[in-house]
Protein backbone atom coordinates (compact mmCIF):
# COMPACT_ATOMS: atom_id res chain seq x y z
CA UNK A 1 0.00 0.00 0.00
CA UNK A 2 2.66 2.63 1.49
CA UNK A 3 4.69 1.61 -1.59
CA UNK A 4 1.97 1.53 -4.20
CA UNK A 5 1.60 5.83 -3.10
CA UNK A 6 5.18 6.10 -3.20
CA UNK A 7 5.23 4.89 -6.70
CA UNK A 8 2.24 7.08 -7.15
CA UNK A 9 4.36 10.36 -5.85
CA UNK A 10 7.35 9.27 -7.81
CA UNK A 11 5.20 9.11 -11.08
CA UNK A 12 3.59 12.41 -10.40
CA UNK A 13 7.03 14.03 -9.05
CA UNK A 14 6.65 17.11 -11.31
CA UNK A 15 2.98 17.84 -10.93
CA UNK A 16 2.52 17.96 -7.33
CA UNK A 17 5.68 19.97 -6.94
CA UNK A 18 4.19 22.70 -9.48
CA UNK A 19 0.71 22.37 -7.60
CA UNK A 20 2.93 23.61 -4.27
CA UNK A 21 3.90 26.51 -6.21
CA UNK A 22 0.12 27.58 -6.24
CA UNK A 23 -0.23 27.45 -2.45
CA UNK A 24 1.84 29.97 -1.58
CA UNK A 25 -0.23 32.70 -3.94
CA UNK A 26 -3.68 31.15 -3.05
CA UNK A 27 -2.90 31.47 0.42
CA UNK A 28 -3.21 35.61 1.32
CA UNK A 29 -5.86 35.44 -1.91
CA UNK A 30 -7.95 33.52 0.16
CA UNK A 31 -7.34 35.12 3.71
CA UNK A 32 -7.16 38.64 2.27
CA UNK A 33 -9.90 38.32 -0.36
CA UNK A 34 -12.10 35.57 -0.03
CA UNK A 35 -12.35 35.58 3.86
CA UNK A 36 -13.60 39.10 4.02
CA UNK A 37 -16.65 38.72 2.00
CA UNK A 38 -17.61 35.63 3.14
CA UNK A 39 -17.21 37.57 7.07
CA UNK A 40 -19.11 40.52 5.41
CA UNK A 41 -21.94 37.56 5.30
CA UNK A 42 -22.06 36.96 8.98
CA UNK A 43 -21.06 40.36 10.33
CA UNK A 44 -23.97 41.49 8.56
CA UNK A 45 -26.10 39.53 10.79
CA UNK A 46 -24.24 40.50 14.43
CA UNK A 47 -24.88 43.71 16.06
CA UNK A 48 -21.18 43.81 16.33
CA UNK A 49 -19.25 47.39 16.04
CA UNK A 50 -15.54 49.64 16.00
CA UNK A 51 -16.03 50.95 19.45
CA UNK A 52 -17.94 50.90 22.58
CA UNK A 53 -19.42 47.62 24.72
CA UNK A 54 -20.82 45.80 21.24
CA UNK A 55 -16.73 46.01 20.09
CA UNK A 56 -16.01 43.16 22.16
CA UNK A 57 -19.47 41.70 23.36
CA UNK A 58 -21.58 41.41 20.26
CA UNK A 59 -24.29 38.85 18.99
CA UNK A 60 -25.85 37.04 16.38
CA UNK A 61 -29.47 39.29 15.79
CA UNK A 62 -30.34 37.18 12.39
CA UNK A 63 -31.86 39.51 9.64
CA UNK A 64 -32.37 42.61 11.77
CA UNK A 65 -29.98 44.93 10.52
CA UNK A 66 -31.76 44.20 6.72
CA UNK A 67 -34.96 44.94 8.86
CA UNK A 68 -33.67 48.34 10.13
CA UNK A 69 -32.26 49.47 6.68
CA UNK A 70 -35.19 50.79 5.55
CA UNK A 71 -35.98 52.70 8.18
CA UNK A 72 -32.33 54.22 8.64
CA UNK A 73 -33.01 58.50 8.67
CA UNK A 74 -30.47 58.26 5.47
CA UNK A 75 -29.98 54.84 3.97
CA UNK A 76 -33.34 55.39 1.18
CA UNK A 77 -31.54 58.72 0.30
CA UNK A 78 -27.96 57.15 -0.41
CA UNK A 79 -29.21 54.19 -1.94
CA UNK A 80 -31.64 56.24 -4.66
CA UNK A 81 -28.54 58.29 -4.93
CA UNK A 82 -26.19 55.76 -5.96
CA UNK A 83 -29.28 54.63 -8.27
CA UNK A 84 -29.22 57.90 -10.19
CA UNK A 85 -25.15 58.39 -9.82
CA UNK A 86 -24.91 54.46 -11.44
CA UNK A 87 -27.70 55.54 -14.35
CA UNK A 88 -26.13 58.12 -15.28
CA UNK A 89 -22.73 57.68 -15.57
CA UNK A 90 -23.54 54.41 -16.74
CA UNK A 91 -24.99 56.29 -19.89
CA UNK A 92 -22.27 58.74 -20.33
CA UNK A 93 -19.72 56.72 -20.21
CA UNK A 94 -20.37 54.50 -22.10
CA UNK A 95 -21.84 56.85 -25.02
CA UNK A 96 -18.44 58.89 -24.28
CA UNK A 97 -16.33 55.51 -24.46
CA UNK A 98 -17.70 54.41 -27.76
CA UNK A 99 -17.50 58.08 -29.61
CA UNK A 100 -13.42 57.55 -28.49
CA UNK A 101 -13.26 53.72 -29.56
CA UNK A 102 -14.85 55.42 -32.87
CA UNK A 103 -12.35 57.90 -33.25
CA UNK A 104 -9.44 55.16 -32.58
CA UNK A 105 -10.13 52.83 -34.73
CA UNK A 106 -11.60 54.80 -37.76
CA UNK A 107 -8.15 57.18 -37.80
CA UNK A 108 -5.46 56.47 -39.51
CA UNK A 109 -2.87 53.83 -38.08
CA UNK A 110 0.05 56.31 -37.26
CA UNK A 111 -2.41 58.46 -35.13
CA UNK A 112 -3.93 55.28 -33.26
CA UNK A 113 -1.13 54.83 -30.80
CA UNK A 114 -1.19 58.84 -29.93
CA UNK A 115 -4.75 59.31 -29.75
CA UNK A 116 -5.02 55.85 -27.79
CA UNK A 117 -2.42 57.29 -25.36
CA UNK A 118 -4.44 61.01 -25.06
CA UNK A 119 -7.56 59.42 -24.21
CA UNK A 120 -6.25 57.24 -21.85
CA UNK A 121 -4.48 60.03 -19.55
CA UNK A 122 -7.96 60.27 -17.70
CA UNK A 123 -7.24 56.78 -16.81
CA UNK A 124 -3.97 56.02 -16.08
CA UNK A 125 -3.35 59.10 -13.26
CA UNK A 126 -4.37 57.73 -9.66
CA UNK A 127 -7.46 58.35 -8.81
CA UNK A 128 -6.91 60.35 -5.61
CA UNK A 129 -5.77 63.25 -7.15
CA UNK A 130 -8.63 63.83 -9.78
CA UNK A 131 -11.06 64.96 -7.10
CA UNK A 132 -7.83 67.79 -6.67
CA UNK A 133 -7.83 68.03 -10.00
CA UNK A 134 -11.55 68.70 -10.80
CA UNK A 135 -11.41 71.28 -8.34
CA UNK A 136 -10.42 73.93 -10.65
CA UNK A 137 -13.29 73.04 -12.80
CA UNK A 138 -15.98 73.62 -10.37
CA UNK A 139 -15.10 76.99 -8.94
CA UNK A 140 -17.57 79.01 -8.28
CA UNK A 141 -16.28 82.04 -10.07
CA UNK A 142 -13.85 81.24 -12.75
CA UNK A 143 -14.08 77.69 -12.55
CA UNK A 144 -14.52 76.27 -16.35
CA UNK A 145 -18.15 74.88 -16.24
CA UNK A 146 -18.91 78.18 -15.25
CA UNK A 147 -17.37 80.48 -17.41
CA UNK A 148 -18.88 77.93 -20.23
CA UNK A 149 -22.10 78.21 -19.15
CA UNK A 150 -21.74 82.14 -18.67
CA UNK A 151 -20.38 82.06 -22.34
CA UNK A 152 -23.83 80.09 -23.14
CA UNK A 153 -25.71 82.66 -21.14
CA UNK A 154 -27.04 79.93 -18.69
CA UNK A 155 -27.12 80.81 -14.83
CA UNK A 156 -24.17 79.44 -13.01
CA UNK A 157 -24.46 76.43 -10.58
CA UNK A 158 -22.70 75.93 -7.47
CA UNK A 159 -20.99 73.40 -8.27
CA UNK A 160 -19.02 72.29 -5.22
CA UNK A 161 -22.57 72.56 -3.37
CA UNK A 162 -25.61 72.62 -4.98
CA UNK A 163 -24.50 70.68 -8.14
CA UNK A 164 -22.37 68.44 -5.82
CA UNK A 165 -23.78 64.90 -7.32
CA UNK A 166 -23.62 66.64 -10.74
CA UNK A 167 -19.98 67.41 -10.38
CA UNK A 168 -19.77 63.93 -9.10
CA UNK A 169 -20.73 62.01 -12.17
CA UNK A 170 -19.11 64.44 -14.46
CA UNK A 171 -15.83 63.54 -12.28
CA UNK A 172 -16.94 59.52 -12.78
CA UNK A 173 -17.30 59.87 -16.19
CA UNK A 174 -13.97 61.76 -17.44
CA UNK A 175 -12.19 59.04 -15.12
CA UNK A 176 -13.75 56.45 -16.59
CA UNK A 177 -14.81 56.15 -19.90
CA UNK A 178 -11.63 55.27 -21.00
CA UNK A 179 -12.41 51.84 -19.74
CA UNK A 180 -15.47 51.34 -22.10
CA UNK A 181 -13.12 52.53 -24.77
CA UNK A 182 -10.88 49.62 -23.99
CA UNK A 183 -13.16 47.11 -24.31
CA UNK A 184 -15.09 48.51 -27.37
CA UNK A 185 -11.82 49.60 -29.12
CA UNK A 186 -10.40 45.56 -29.04
CA UNK A 187 -14.19 45.02 -30.56
CA UNK A 188 -14.13 46.84 -33.05
CA UNK A 189 -10.68 45.65 -34.54
CA UNK A 190 -12.02 42.03 -34.52
CA UNK A 191 -14.74 42.89 -36.91
CA UNK A 192 -13.52 41.46 -40.16
CA UNK A 193 -12.66 44.67 -42.82
CA UNK A 194 -14.38 42.73 -45.81
CA UNK A 195 -17.83 43.03 -44.18
CA UNK A 196 -17.34 46.82 -44.96
CA UNK A 197 -16.02 46.53 -48.26
CA UNK A 198 -18.49 44.26 -49.68
CA UNK A 199 -21.04 46.71 -47.81
CA UNK A 200 -19.22 49.51 -49.72
CA UNK A 201 -19.71 47.46 -53.10
CA UNK A 202 -23.63 47.47 -52.28
CA UNK A 203 -23.71 50.75 -52.16
CA UNK A 204 -24.92 51.13 -47.96
CA UNK A 205 -24.47 54.81 -46.46
CA UNK A 206 -22.51 55.48 -43.31
CA UNK A 207 -25.32 54.53 -41.25
CA UNK A 208 -26.74 51.10 -42.55
CA UNK A 209 -22.66 49.87 -42.27
CA UNK A 210 -23.06 51.26 -38.40
CA UNK A 211 -26.51 49.54 -37.27
CA UNK A 212 -26.30 47.16 -40.10
CA UNK A 213 -22.93 45.57 -39.31
CA UNK A 214 -21.15 47.12 -36.72
CA UNK A 215 -23.54 47.33 -34.02
CA UNK A 216 -24.83 43.56 -34.09
CA UNK A 217 -21.23 42.27 -34.57
CA UNK A 218 -20.16 44.16 -31.04
CA UNK A 219 -23.40 43.13 -29.53
CA UNK A 220 -22.27 41.35 -26.74
CA UNK A 221 -18.97 43.52 -26.02
CA UNK A 222 -21.59 46.25 -25.34
CA UNK A 223 -23.47 44.61 -22.76
CA UNK A 224 -20.37 43.21 -21.30
CA UNK A 225 -18.68 46.38 -21.38
CA UNK A 226 -22.31 48.06 -19.96
CA UNK A 227 -22.33 45.14 -17.37
CA UNK A 228 -18.40 46.16 -15.91
CA UNK A 229 -19.25 49.79 -15.84
CA UNK A 230 -21.81 49.32 -14.08
CA UNK A 231 -20.54 47.06 -11.60
CA UNK A 232 -17.20 49.51 -11.24
CA UNK A 233 -19.78 52.40 -10.73
CA UNK A 234 -22.09 50.91 -7.64
CA UNK A 235 -18.66 49.90 -6.14
CA UNK A 236 -16.94 52.83 -6.39
CA UNK A 237 -15.46 54.52 -3.47
CA UNK A 238 -11.99 57.09 -3.65
CA UNK A 239 -13.99 60.04 -5.91
CA UNK A 240 -17.62 60.46 -3.83
CA UNK A 241 -15.38 59.97 -0.64
CA UNK A 242 -12.82 62.89 -1.63
CA UNK A 243 -15.65 65.09 -3.14
CA UNK A 244 -18.07 64.33 0.04
CA UNK A 245 -14.87 65.93 2.19
CA UNK A 246 -13.61 62.98 3.23
CA UNK A 247 -15.10 63.05 6.80
CA UNK A 248 -12.68 63.30 8.95
CA UNK A 249 -13.99 63.08 12.72
CA UNK A 250 -15.80 66.23 13.22
CA UNK A 251 -17.06 66.81 9.87
CA UNK A 252 -20.49 67.14 8.66
CA UNK A 253 -21.40 63.98 6.08
CA UNK A 254 -22.50 66.02 3.20
CA UNK A 255 -25.45 63.97 1.34
CA UNK A 256 -25.06 65.07 -1.64
CA UNK A 257 -22.21 62.67 -2.49
CA UNK A 258 -23.08 59.78 0.11
CA UNK A 259 -23.43 56.61 -2.41
CA UNK A 260 -23.93 53.35 -0.76
CA UNK A 261 -20.25 52.41 -0.61
CA UNK A 262 -19.37 55.61 1.62
CA UNK A 263 -22.25 55.64 3.30
CA UNK A 264 -21.47 51.80 4.35
CA UNK A 265 -18.16 53.50 5.50
CA UNK A 266 -19.26 56.74 7.41
CA UNK A 267 -21.75 53.89 9.25
CA UNK A 268 -19.11 51.95 10.43
CA UNK A 269 -16.25 54.71 11.27
CA UNK A 270 -18.17 57.30 12.20
CA UNK A 271 -21.20 56.03 13.53
CA UNK A 272 -19.42 52.72 15.18
CA UNK A 273 -22.06 50.56 13.70
CA UNK A 274 -20.09 47.87 12.04
CA UNK A 275 -22.74 45.47 11.57
CA UNK A 276 -24.98 47.74 9.68
CA UNK A 277 -21.91 48.83 7.64
CA UNK A 278 -21.25 45.18 6.19
CA UNK A 279 -25.50 44.65 5.81
CA UNK A 280 -25.02 48.04 3.71
CA UNK A 281 -21.90 46.65 2.01
CA UNK A 282 -23.47 43.12 1.44
CA UNK A 283 -26.18 44.44 -0.49
CA UNK A 284 -23.60 45.70 -2.86
CA UNK A 285 -21.44 43.00 -2.90
CA UNK A 286 -24.40 40.73 -4.08
CA UNK A 287 -25.63 42.52 -6.76
CA UNK A 288 -21.76 42.97 -7.96
CA UNK A 289 -21.36 39.13 -7.53
CA UNK A 290 -24.43 38.28 -9.74
CA UNK A 291 -23.43 40.73 -11.96
CA UNK A 292 -19.98 38.81 -12.22
CA UNK A 293 -21.77 35.59 -12.64
CA UNK A 294 -23.46 36.81 -15.45
CA UNK A 295 -20.11 38.49 -17.01
CA UNK A 296 -18.19 35.33 -16.47
CA UNK A 297 -21.42 33.25 -18.27
CA UNK A 298 -21.38 35.08 -20.99
CA UNK A 299 -18.21 35.83 -21.89
CA UNK A 300 -17.88 31.80 -21.36
CA UNK A 301 -14.61 31.31 -18.90
CA UNK B 1 -14.65 54.17 -52.54
CA UNK B 2 -17.67 54.99 -53.40
CA UNK B 3 -19.47 58.05 -52.29
CA UNK B 4 -23.03 58.64 -52.67
CA UNK B 5 -24.34 62.11 -53.71
CA UNK B 6 -25.95 63.74 -51.02
CA UNK B 7 -24.36 62.01 -48.08
CA UNK B 8 -22.83 64.76 -46.45
CA UNK B 9 -19.16 64.99 -45.64
CA UNK B 10 -18.44 63.98 -42.34
CA UNK B 11 -14.98 65.05 -42.14
CA UNK B 12 -15.76 68.48 -41.14
CA UNK B 13 -17.96 67.62 -38.33
CA UNK B 14 -15.33 64.37 -37.26
CA UNK B 15 -12.50 67.17 -36.84
CA UNK B 16 -14.38 69.26 -34.66
CA UNK B 17 -15.99 66.70 -32.46
CA UNK B 18 -12.70 65.33 -32.47
CA UNK B 19 -11.29 68.58 -31.05
CA UNK B 20 -13.59 68.99 -28.52
CA UNK B 21 -13.12 65.77 -27.39
CA UNK B 22 -9.51 65.97 -26.70
CA UNK B 23 -9.74 69.85 -24.87
CA UNK B 24 -12.87 67.85 -22.57
CA UNK B 25 -9.94 65.39 -21.60
CA UNK B 26 -6.87 67.32 -21.00
CA UNK B 27 -9.71 70.76 -19.74
CA UNK B 28 -9.16 69.48 -15.95
CA UNK B 29 -4.87 68.85 -16.42
CA UNK B 30 -3.19 72.67 -16.71
CA UNK B 31 -4.75 73.61 -13.45
CA UNK B 32 -1.70 71.35 -11.93
CA UNK B 33 0.71 72.80 -13.87
CA UNK B 34 -0.08 76.20 -13.80
CA UNK B 35 -0.46 76.39 -9.98
CA UNK B 36 2.53 74.05 -9.21
CA UNK B 37 4.73 76.79 -10.60
CA UNK B 38 3.04 79.68 -9.42
CA UNK B 39 3.76 81.53 -6.37
CA UNK B 40 0.27 81.63 -4.94
CA UNK B 41 -2.15 78.62 -5.81
CA UNK B 42 -5.51 79.81 -7.04
CA UNK B 43 -8.91 77.53 -7.43
CA UNK B 44 -8.97 77.93 -10.90
CA UNK B 45 -6.73 78.10 -14.33
CA UNK B 46 -4.60 81.31 -14.13
CA UNK B 47 -1.06 82.05 -16.06
CA UNK B 48 1.22 82.57 -13.45
CA UNK B 49 3.36 85.91 -13.20
CA UNK B 50 6.32 84.35 -12.18
CA UNK B 51 7.18 80.60 -12.73
CA UNK B 52 9.04 79.13 -9.25
CA UNK B 53 10.11 75.95 -8.34
CA UNK B 54 9.50 76.91 -4.88
CA UNK B 55 6.84 74.54 -4.75
CA UNK B 56 9.10 71.62 -5.28
CA UNK B 57 11.69 72.63 -3.11
CA UNK B 58 9.55 72.79 0.24
CA UNK B 59 8.08 69.40 -0.37
CA UNK B 60 12.16 67.90 -1.11
CA UNK B 61 13.21 70.41 1.97
CA UNK B 62 10.37 68.79 4.21
CA UNK B 63 8.59 72.32 4.93
CA UNK B 64 4.80 73.09 5.84
CA UNK B 65 2.68 74.29 3.18
CA UNK B 66 2.15 78.49 3.33
CA UNK B 67 -1.41 78.22 5.01
CA UNK B 68 -2.90 80.24 7.63
CA UNK B 69 -4.84 77.49 8.42
CA UNK B 70 -3.15 75.13 11.38
CA UNK B 71 -2.30 72.84 8.81
CA UNK B 72 1.25 71.24 9.40
CA UNK B 73 1.75 68.68 6.86
CA UNK B 74 5.28 69.38 6.28
CA UNK B 75 7.07 67.26 8.06
CA UNK B 76 5.72 64.35 6.98
CA UNK B 77 5.50 65.14 3.65
CA UNK B 78 9.14 63.21 2.88
CA UNK B 79 7.61 60.31 4.88
CA UNK B 80 4.65 60.08 2.89
CA UNK B 81 6.32 59.60 -0.20
CA UNK B 82 8.44 57.11 1.47
CA UNK B 83 5.57 55.27 2.84
CA UNK B 84 3.77 54.99 -0.84
CA UNK B 85 7.45 53.48 -2.38
CA UNK B 86 7.41 50.65 0.63
CA UNK B 87 3.76 50.10 0.03
CA UNK B 88 4.07 50.08 -3.76
CA UNK B 89 7.07 47.95 -3.50
CA UNK B 90 5.94 45.43 -1.18
CA UNK B 91 3.03 44.72 -3.27
CA UNK B 92 4.70 44.14 -5.92
CA UNK B 93 7.11 41.79 -4.02
CA UNK B 94 4.03 39.78 -3.37
CA UNK B 95 3.37 39.80 -6.67
CA UNK B 96 6.49 37.98 -8.49
CA UNK B 97 7.53 35.70 -5.46
CA UNK B 98 3.96 34.66 -5.04
CA UNK B 99 2.18 34.89 -8.24
CA UNK B 100 5.14 34.06 -10.79
CA UNK B 101 5.34 30.60 -9.67
CA UNK B 102 1.75 30.19 -9.57
CA UNK B 103 1.51 31.59 -12.69
CA UNK B 104 4.11 29.37 -14.32
CA UNK B 105 2.04 26.16 -12.74
CA UNK B 106 -0.82 27.05 -13.73
CA UNK B 107 0.27 27.54 -17.71
CA UNK B 108 2.11 23.43 -17.06
CA UNK B 109 -0.06 22.22 -15.27
CA UNK B 110 -2.69 19.97 -16.84
CA UNK B 111 -5.56 18.70 -14.21
CA UNK B 112 -9.21 18.17 -14.47
CA UNK B 113 -11.00 21.27 -13.00
CA UNK B 114 -7.76 23.49 -14.26
CA UNK B 115 -10.62 25.67 -15.48
CA UNK B 116 -12.38 26.02 -12.26
CA UNK B 117 -9.49 27.02 -10.56
CA UNK B 118 -9.21 29.27 -12.74
CA UNK B 119 -12.44 30.99 -12.77
CA UNK B 120 -12.44 30.70 -8.57
CA UNK B 121 -8.78 32.67 -8.56
CA UNK B 122 -11.08 34.93 -11.36
CA UNK B 123 -13.54 35.67 -9.28
CA UNK B 124 -11.51 36.49 -6.37
CA UNK B 125 -10.57 39.27 -8.05
CA UNK B 126 -13.65 40.50 -8.63
CA UNK B 127 -14.77 40.30 -5.13
CA UNK B 128 -16.27 43.91 -4.44
CA UNK B 129 -14.59 46.13 -2.28
CA UNK B 130 -17.48 47.68 -0.76
CA UNK B 131 -18.79 44.26 0.88
CA UNK B 132 -14.87 43.08 1.77
CA UNK B 133 -13.88 46.46 3.26
CA UNK B 134 -15.40 46.53 6.25
CA UNK B 135 -14.36 43.21 7.90
CA UNK B 136 -10.83 43.50 6.68
CA UNK B 137 -10.03 46.16 8.77
CA UNK B 138 -11.87 43.99 11.71
CA UNK B 139 -9.58 40.87 10.56
CA UNK B 140 -6.61 42.87 9.97
CA UNK B 141 -7.21 44.58 13.51
CA UNK B 142 -7.02 41.04 14.90
CA UNK B 143 -4.37 40.16 13.51
CA UNK B 144 -2.90 43.39 14.04
CA UNK B 145 -1.63 44.44 10.83
CA UNK B 146 -3.73 48.08 11.16
CA UNK B 147 -0.98 50.51 10.88
CA UNK B 148 1.54 48.88 9.11
CA UNK B 149 3.14 49.57 6.25
CA UNK B 150 4.49 46.19 4.89
CA UNK B 151 0.80 44.29 6.20
CA UNK B 152 -1.00 46.68 4.07
CA UNK B 153 1.26 46.47 0.97
CA UNK B 154 0.86 42.52 1.35
CA UNK B 155 -3.43 43.33 1.22
CA UNK B 156 -2.98 45.56 -2.17
CA UNK B 157 -0.47 43.02 -3.20
CA UNK B 158 -3.10 40.16 -2.66
CA UNK B 159 -5.36 42.47 -3.93
CA UNK B 160 -3.81 42.43 -7.54
CA UNK B 161 -2.81 38.87 -7.26
CA UNK B 162 -5.49 37.03 -9.70
CA UNK B 163 -5.34 39.32 -12.17
CA UNK B 164 -1.16 39.48 -12.23
CA UNK B 165 -1.42 35.46 -12.16
CA UNK B 166 -3.64 35.37 -15.17
CA UNK B 167 -1.28 37.89 -17.05
CA UNK B 168 1.63 35.82 -15.72
CA UNK B 169 -0.08 32.32 -16.96
CA UNK B 170 -0.76 33.74 -20.57
CA UNK B 171 3.07 35.37 -20.68
CA UNK B 172 4.34 31.86 -19.69
CA UNK B 173 2.22 30.02 -22.29
CA UNK B 174 3.77 31.38 -24.38
CA UNK B 175 7.31 30.16 -23.68
CA UNK B 176 8.15 26.68 -25.24
CA UNK B 177 8.44 23.52 -23.29
CA UNK B 178 11.39 22.80 -25.00
CA UNK B 179 13.41 25.02 -23.15
CA UNK B 180 12.58 23.82 -19.40
CA UNK B 181 13.47 20.43 -21.23
CA UNK B 182 17.43 21.43 -22.40
CA UNK B 183 17.57 23.10 -18.79
CA UNK B 184 16.78 19.39 -17.16
CA UNK B 185 18.99 17.87 -19.45
CA UNK B 186 21.76 19.87 -18.31
CA UNK B 187 21.22 18.73 -14.56
CA UNK B 188 18.93 21.72 -13.25
CA UNK B 189 16.34 20.90 -10.56
CA UNK B 190 12.50 22.30 -11.08
CA UNK B 191 13.73 25.48 -8.91
CA UNK B 192 16.42 26.36 -10.82
CA UNK B 193 14.57 25.99 -14.37
CA UNK B 194 12.13 28.10 -12.82
CA UNK B 195 14.15 30.95 -11.17
CA UNK B 196 17.09 30.88 -14.40
CA UNK B 197 15.56 29.35 -17.38
CA UNK B 198 11.91 30.32 -17.58
CA UNK B 199 11.92 33.57 -15.49
CA UNK B 200 15.12 35.09 -17.04
CA UNK B 201 13.07 34.60 -20.60
CA UNK B 202 9.95 36.01 -19.71
CA UNK B 203 11.63 39.20 -18.47
CA UNK B 204 8.77 41.72 -20.51
CA UNK B 205 5.89 39.83 -18.70
CA UNK B 206 7.02 40.07 -15.90
CA UNK B 207 8.15 43.54 -16.03
CA UNK B 208 4.75 44.58 -17.26
CA UNK B 209 3.09 42.59 -14.15
CA UNK B 210 5.68 44.23 -12.07
CA UNK B 211 4.92 47.79 -13.19
CA UNK B 212 1.07 47.22 -13.09
CA UNK B 213 1.30 46.29 -9.55
CA UNK B 214 3.98 49.02 -8.27
CA UNK B 215 1.71 51.63 -9.67
CA UNK B 216 -1.73 50.07 -8.15
CA UNK B 217 0.33 50.42 -4.97
CA UNK B 218 1.25 53.90 -5.41
CA UNK B 219 -2.10 55.12 -6.31
CA UNK B 220 -4.55 52.56 -4.29
CA UNK B 221 -6.72 54.73 -2.03
CA UNK B 222 -9.30 52.61 -0.60
CA UNK B 223 -7.05 50.04 0.75
CA UNK B 224 -4.86 52.09 2.30
CA UNK B 225 -7.66 54.55 3.73
CA UNK B 226 -9.32 51.32 5.73
CA UNK B 227 -6.13 49.91 6.93
CA UNK B 228 -3.62 52.86 7.73
CA UNK B 229 -5.38 54.88 10.21
CA UNK B 230 -3.01 57.14 11.74
CA UNK B 231 -0.92 59.83 10.28
CA UNK B 232 2.46 58.64 10.69
CA UNK B 233 2.16 55.86 8.68
CA UNK B 234 -0.05 57.96 5.95
CA UNK B 235 0.53 56.91 2.23
CA UNK B 236 0.91 59.86 -0.28
CA UNK B 237 -3.15 59.46 -1.63
CA UNK B 238 -3.86 59.44 1.65
CA UNK B 239 -1.83 62.63 2.46
CA UNK B 240 -3.20 64.68 -0.60
CA UNK B 241 -6.60 63.89 0.25
CA UNK B 242 -6.11 64.97 3.89
CA UNK B 243 -4.96 68.20 2.49
CA UNK B 244 -7.73 68.52 -0.19
CA UNK B 245 -10.10 67.46 1.73
CA UNK B 246 -10.22 70.39 4.37
CA UNK B 247 -10.69 72.30 0.99
CA UNK B 248 -14.02 70.54 0.18
CA UNK B 249 -14.73 70.04 3.62
CA UNK B 250 -14.25 73.34 4.71
CA UNK B 251 -16.47 74.81 1.81
CA UNK B 252 -15.46 78.45 0.96
CA UNK B 253 -12.19 78.33 2.71
CA UNK B 254 -10.86 76.97 0.10
CA UNK B 255 -8.69 80.46 0.08
CA UNK B 256 -6.40 79.66 3.04
CA UNK B 257 -5.15 75.74 2.07
CA UNK B 258 -2.35 76.14 -0.01
CA UNK B 259 -3.23 74.96 -3.38
CA UNK B 260 0.10 75.79 -5.18
CA UNK B 261 1.92 73.39 -2.94
CA UNK B 262 -0.81 70.58 -3.24
CA UNK B 263 -0.49 70.92 -6.94
CA UNK B 264 3.25 70.11 -6.67
CA UNK B 265 2.65 67.43 -4.19
CA UNK B 266 -0.01 65.82 -6.99
CA UNK B 267 2.62 66.25 -9.78
CA UNK B 268 4.78 64.22 -7.91
CA UNK B 269 2.15 61.87 -7.38
CA UNK B 270 0.82 61.66 -11.12
CA UNK B 271 4.88 61.26 -12.33
CA UNK B 272 5.47 57.84 -11.57
CA UNK B 273 2.56 56.05 -13.45
CA UNK B 274 2.42 58.56 -16.50
CA UNK B 275 6.96 57.90 -17.03
CA UNK B 276 5.93 53.79 -17.00
CA UNK B 277 2.82 54.43 -18.85
CA UNK B 278 4.87 56.26 -21.56
CA UNK B 279 7.70 54.13 -21.51
CA UNK B 280 6.09 51.04 -21.72
CA UNK B 281 3.21 52.24 -23.83
CA UNK B 282 2.78 49.41 -26.80
CA UNK B 283 3.45 46.77 -23.67
CA UNK B 284 1.02 48.40 -21.81
CA UNK B 285 -1.84 49.43 -24.17
CA UNK B 286 -1.69 45.58 -25.46
CA UNK B 287 -1.91 44.27 -21.99
CA UNK B 288 -4.83 46.45 -20.91
CA UNK B 289 -6.59 45.36 -24.21
CA UNK B 290 -5.53 41.63 -23.73
CA UNK B 291 -6.58 41.94 -19.99
CA UNK B 292 -9.58 42.96 -20.91
CA UNK B 293 -9.76 39.79 -23.74
CA UNK B 294 -8.43 37.50 -21.19
CA UNK B 295 -12.25 38.52 -19.08
CA UNK B 296 -14.56 37.46 -21.90
Known sequence: MIRKLWFKIQLYRREIFLGLFLIPALIPMVVFQLYPALKAVWFSMTNIA????????????????????????????????????????????????????????????????????????????????????????????????????????????????????????????????????????????????????????????????????????IKFPIILCLIMIFKEDIDDFTYAYVLGGGGGGDQPINFKTDILAVYAYYKAFQYGELGIGCAIGLIVGIIVFILTLAQLRMGGV | MLKKIGEPSFKFIKYITLLWFIIYIISPLPWLFTNAFAVRGASYVKIPEEITLDNFYRIFRAMSPRSEVGLMHGERVHKWIMNSLILALVAMGVVLLLGSPAGYALSRLRFRGKDLLMTAILLIGFMPMTAKMLPLYKICLDMGIVNNLVGTGIVIGSGALPFQIWLLKAFFDYIPDELEEQAELFGCNRLETLFRVVLPSSGVGLMASAFLTFLSGWGNFTTSLILLRSERVYTLPLGIVSVATEIYGGGESSINIDLAYLSALGIVFIIPPLLVYLLFRRALIGIKLGRIAMRY
Open chain 1, 50 to 217: IMGPHAVDWSFIGLKNFGYLPRDPYFPHSAKLTGYYCAASLVLRFILGFIAALFVTSSRSKWRIGLTLLFLIPYIIPGSIKPVLYLSLMDVHSGLYNRVLRALHLPPQSWTYERLTESLISLNVWAGYAFAMIILISALLSIPKEYYEIADIYGASRWTKFFRITLPL
